[in-house]
T-cell receptor, first 115, second 113 residues
Framework: NAGVTQTPKFQVLKTGQSMTLQCAQD?????MYWYRQDPGMGLRLIYY???????DKGEVPNGYNVSRLNKREFSLRLESAAPSQTSVYFC??????????????FGPGTRLTVL | TQLLEQSPQFLSIQEGENLTVYCNSS?????LQWYRQEPGEGPVLLVT?????EVKKLKRLTFQFGDARKDSSLHITAAQPGDTGLYLC?????????????FGDGTTLTVKP
């Protein structure tokens, strides 16, 4: 099993450009998440999808959109990139929502720089 | 407002020393997870604690969940250079959607040979 995979690993954008970050998991997990990680600020939730067909906003959703394409795939789109979106983006998955299974499995991250 | 506070933020010690990292909140958590993250990689789960007062051991690492489920600690005995990394605590607060977890800002540990 590959676990959680993310593409691309690195990306440089100019202000105003758009791009989509891809994430896929092969663990048959129901829930998927997008986080951003900035120096000294831990992980902040952008959007999440509790199950196929549903998406919800997290702490910092502005400037982003998501698509839960199917159970395996959850993409994050930046429509008009801004320098404040320079960060490392992590995708994660979890078996199912609920209090007894909160372990999340993370991908390797996408390092995005917006000039 | 930081909902999960971790301390210290940075810790640099010599191989063989012991250390404790703390994770504190004013909120009650249904469970807490501890993750370790190495440079250039995503976080990897170390342990989950669920019951107030619970203690779990993972080789030289001891994890404790506070009685009121508002805090947790990670103690490492005889630290080794391989323990170097960013340690994150996280969990779902009882007053929010159980599908979402709150993360602390992490403790960066460096163990020198």
């Amino acid at each position: 099993n590959a676990g959680v995979t993310q593409t691309p690993k690195f990306q440089v954008l100019k202000t105003g450009q758009s791009m989509t970050l891809q994430c896929a998991q092969d663990m048959n997990h129901n829930s998927m998440y997008w986080y951003r990680q900035d120096p000294g600020m831990g992980l902040r939730l952008i959007y999440y999808s509790a199950s196929e067909g549903t998406t919800d906003k997290g702490e910092v959703p502005n400037g982003y959109n998501v698509s839960r394409l199917n159970k395996r795939e959850f993409s994050l789109r930046l429509e008009s990139a801004a320098p404040s979106q320079t960060s490392v983006y992590f995708c994660a998955s979890k078996r199912r929502p609920g209090q007894d299974s909160n372990e999340q499995f993370f991908g390797p991250g996408t390092r995005l720089t917006v000039l | 407002t930081q909902l999960l506070e971790q301390s210290p933020q940075f810790l640099s010690i010599q191989e063989g020393e012991n250390l404790t990292v703390y994770c504190n909140s004013s909120s009650v958590f249904s469970s807490l997870q501890w993750y370790r993250q190495e440079p250039g990689e995503g976080p990897v789960l170390l342990v989950t604690v669920v019951t107030g007062g619970e203690v779990k051991k993972l080789k030289r690492l001891t994890f404790q969940f506070g009685d009121a489920r508002k805090d947790s600690s990670l103690h490492i005995t005889a630290a080794q250079p391989g323990d170097t990394g960013l340690y994150l605590c996280a969990g779902p607060r009882m007053d929010t959607n159980a599908g979402k977890s709150t993360f602390g800002d992490g403790t960066t540990l460096t163990v020198k040979p």
